[in-house]
């Protein structure tokens, strides 16, 4: 019994307090998907293109559930294509931490 208590615990403490970062691998396509789907329209450095700015400098002033769900959804009558077939949620919240947290020129250097 004590046994099963201390494996919940264990689990527990283990399970990281917000979102599971993608594995490494996927990581990697995600920063390509950035790049090279993204970029297509927000610009290889996403300074902007058909699509506004992806710049953690004009990001930083909006929530990441609004971010989250522009990039889970696109935009109804907008070029901004809905993507959650593509990434999940999680992976979703990963890439608008990767474009807040680092100068965009670094995050897309592998
Ligand atoms: C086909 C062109 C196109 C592609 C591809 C595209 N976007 Fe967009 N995106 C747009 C446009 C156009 C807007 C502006 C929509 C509007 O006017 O509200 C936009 C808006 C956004 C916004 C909201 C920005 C803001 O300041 O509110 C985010 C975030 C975003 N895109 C992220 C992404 C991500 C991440 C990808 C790749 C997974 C992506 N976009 C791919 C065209 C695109």
Redesign the pocket.
Known sequence: MIRYLFICLSLLCSAPAFSINPPQDRQKELRN??KH??G???GLTLKGG???P?LAS??VN?TND??IA??QNG?KG????P?KS??SVDETRW??QE?LKKPVERTLVH
């Open positions: 998907m950035l789907d993204c297509s329209c927000h058909l699509g506004p992806l004009r990001l909006k609004y971010l522009t990039i935009r907008t070029a901004m294509p993507w593509f990434i890439l608008v474009l």
